[in-house]
């Protein structure tokens, strides 16, 4: 394949939309999204009108005589992207290009309009302060470490808190289904991780068919939906009496999970909800990539290229990129602050439990309760390895 300033490109199916400040361009057959300046919008144009490379070039240059244009490199960087269906007369074949089918095409858009609108984001948002209220006045609701065993056998406080846990991510992510589907959108769940912790993630690529303020709304949605079951358990805490041990301890698990995760969400130095928001808010994407970078090189950063590069900073964007590394900083702080308040003390706890059990011979139920609860920790980082496998091989 010889690109050069007097090759004519023919582009597959794509559709251009007005983003805050830049332009989104959907592939139309592969779903892929990417953002592109105006200057790469207008040769895309000019592409289209079967102009050369080297007209294109020429054209843009004297439209944008302070801008840095290199259509070669620009057209390389499509057929990348697998955006050329043609070069020079000639069919450039793309094997791997297909379009993935989502699911949850089942769930009404009627049903996910119940959940998310005018009304319900009012509910939501006074549920929100109610907890904060409840936290506040009642210190003694604020989850404890500890809250994560119910039962004295250790093998069985794993299952419990995978069930639990399972059936609270679910909702959470139920959420973002049915927010998404409310604009009669396609998704789907994935496996994923963060850190060390293994989630679900539902596929929000199709948010970029919305305008910009239209996507608010399904980022925080899982958020909208915890803070209901956190509402829920901390009612229910408040009613059941302690004589109710498993229920109480049932409660507790809940509360701290979802707790948790709210705060997690917060750690938006890794790719929370509140970090695809905030970069929805700013109109400034790979806010992450462009923030790392600034703490590889910490020099001042030059003029951005204008071809089109996933990762590039536009100068535009160099404020909100440093306001964002502040936000970074303190998304590690928070979650330093989760693993010495709640993960170190559980492992300790956790091992002071178990560990003195398998002193007691293969004989005992101790024995046995602390080999089985092993395994259930043993199983869980294989899931984990396995889930930065697929990461991987995706990469």
């Not at 499509?78 to 050329?84: A, C, D, K, R, T």
């Not at 400034?284 to 923030?291: D, G, I, R, S």
């Amino acid at each position: 394949m010889n690109l050069t300033l007097q090759s004519s490109l023919l582009l597959v199916p794509i559709e251009i939309r007005k983003d805050k400040k830049h332009y989104i361009v959907e592939d139309k057959t592969t779903g892929d999204f990417y953002e592109m300046p105006v200057i790469c919008i207008d040769a895309i144009h000019l592409i289209n009108e079967g102009m050369t490379l080297g007209d294109i070039e020429k054209f843009l240059k004297s439209k944008y005589p302070h801008e840095e244009v290199d259509l070669v490199d620009f057209a390389g960087q499509l057929v990348e992207m697998q955006l050329i269906a043609e070069l020079d007369g000639e069919t450039i074949d793309h094997k791997s290009r297909f379009s993935e089918q989502s699911g949850f095409l089942w769930v009404s858009p009627k049903l996910g309009t119940f959940f998310f609108n005018k009304v319900t984001y009012f509910v939501y948002v006074s549920l929100f302060i109610i907890n904060l209220f409840l936290f506040i006045s009642k210190p003694s609701l604020i989850p404890h470490y500890k809250d994560l065993f119910i039962f004295d056998y250790m093998m069985f406080n794993i299952p419990a808190w995978l069930l639990l846990t399972f059936g609270l991510v679910l909702f959470h992510e139920f959420g973002h289904v049915l927010a998404i589907r409310a604009q009669n959108l396609p998704t789907k769940l994935e496996v994923g991780h963060r850190l060390f912790f293994v989630v679900l993630e539902t596929d929000m690529s199709s948010v970029w068919k919305l305008p910009s303020k239209a996507r608010n709304a399904l980022y925080l949605a899982g958020l909208c939906f915890d803070t209901v079951m956190l509402s829920i358990a901390l009612m229910c805490q408040l009613l059941v009496t302690s004589d109710s041990e498993i229920l109480l301890g049932i409660l507790n698990v809940i509360v701290l999970d979802t707790f948790i995760r709210m705060i997690y969400q917060c750690c938006i130095y890794m790719k929370t909800d509140l970090y695809y928001l905030f970069e929805n808010l700013t109109g400034c994407y790979n806010l992450m990539e462009n923030a790392q970078q600034l703490f590889r090189k910490w020099l001042p950063i030059g003029k951005a290229k204008t071809v089109l590069n996933n990762n590039v900073m536009f100068d535009e964007e160099r404020k909100t990129v440093l306001f964002y590394t502040i936000l970074y900083l303190i998304g590690v702080g928070l979650n330093v602050g989760l693993y010495i308040l709640y993960y170190i003390p559980q492992a300790v706890y956790s091992l002071k439990k178990v560990l003195p059990d398998f002193q007691e011979g293969p004989v005992s139920i101790p024995f046995w309760d602390a080999t089985l609860f092993m395994i259930q920790i043993l199983l869980g980082i294989g899931l984990l390895l396995y889930s930065w496998r697929k990461k991987y091989l995706q990469n």
